[in-house]
């Protein structure tokens, strides 16, 4: 069940990407990342309601409270990064960057902090998998040599930025996880960012969602809700799957990014990108299949 968990984490994820990317201009990261903790934290409060568990997030033990809660500021800040990176490029480009640092150094991480030595196989599926990405990142000549050179080291930057702060609540939330059910554990997730981000709206008024809502409240709302499922999705993987795997499953996102990408976003398809799919899905198949 991780598996599939961490699996609908990256359609889910890719989708997020895809349907942020049609907002205005005008709307910030902040603004975006703020919404969505708001949303995904009132949905996963109702959730908890439904299945009476509630209670559980008043039973988490304090170190892994404060695990969870130092993973969210973390991958806060990443995600800022993220919608900064994916407002100045492509998500067709900014998912395999980022998707394939963070494979490198999470993976290298799980190691080497968690003990969690991969398997033949997790390593033949990451090689896999990273080189889909890599395909899938590829610049045509025009991209590279057009007049968009300086922007495109700049989101690439971000991206990379973003790998790096995201390995780092990864970590953080594995061994928050050990002692803590899935729905109270996303909900610590959610619930230090959505307060942070309240605060932040008290005093800085240009950060207020109401000001850039109209005209973008659909857009807004489901990607908020995407943001929620795939907050539930993360920690469920992770508290039913090795973490060497579940990040190698969360990262084929980029296969489904430029997918939705092409399909909603009318990005192009080209070789390289059907190339870096088959990769990624025969990646997919060898974690799969030799578990």
Excluded: C
């Excluded at 490029?89 to 968690?114: D, H, R």
């Amino acid at each position: 069940m991780g598996e599939i968990a961490a699996l609908a984490n990256a359609m889910i994820w890719a989708l997020t990407g895809v349907v942020t990317k049609g907002l205005d201009k005008k709307v910030s990261p902040i603004q975006i990342v703020a919404f969505q903790s708001w949303i995904a934290l009132a949905l996963l409060g109702l959730i908890g309601l439904l299945f009476s568990q509630v209670d559980e997030l008043f039973r988490v033990p304090l170190k892994s409270s404060l695990l969870l809660a130092a993973g969210a500021i973390i991958n806060t800040i990443g995600s800022i990064m993220f919608w900064m990176a994916i407002a100045r490029g492509k998500v067709s480009s900014v998912y395999p960057t980022t998707q394939g640092v963070f494979i490198l150094v999470s993976m290298l991480a799980a190691w080497l902090l968690l003990g969690d030595t991969p398997r033949v196989w997790v390593v033949v599926g990451a090689v896999l998998i990273i080189g889909g990405v890599l395909l899938l990142n590829r610049q045509t000549a025009e991209e590279k040599f057009g007049n968009r050179q300086h922007n495109d080291y700049i989101t690439i930057s971000l991206a990379v930025a973003t790998s790096l702060l995201w390995a780092g609540g990864f970590i953080t939330t594995v061994v928050g996880l050990e002692d803590t059910p899935p729905l109270p554990a996303a909900t610590i997730r959610i619930l230090v960012p959505s307060a942070l981000f309240l605060v932040l709206s008290m005093l800085v008024p240009s950060t207020r969602i109401n000001r850039v809502y109209k005209g973008n409240e659909i857009r807004l709302t489901v990607s908020a809700l995407l943001f929620a499922f795939s907050a539930l999705s993360f920690v469920f993987a992770l508290g039913n799957a090795p973490p060497g795997v579940v990040v190698l499953l969360i990262n084929t996102s980029p296969m489904f990014a430029v997918i939705f990408a092409v399909i909603a976003l009318r990005e192009r398809l080209t070789l390289h990108v059907i190339l870096g799919s088959m990769f990624s899905l025969l990646g997919i198949f060898a974690v799969l299949a030799f578990q």
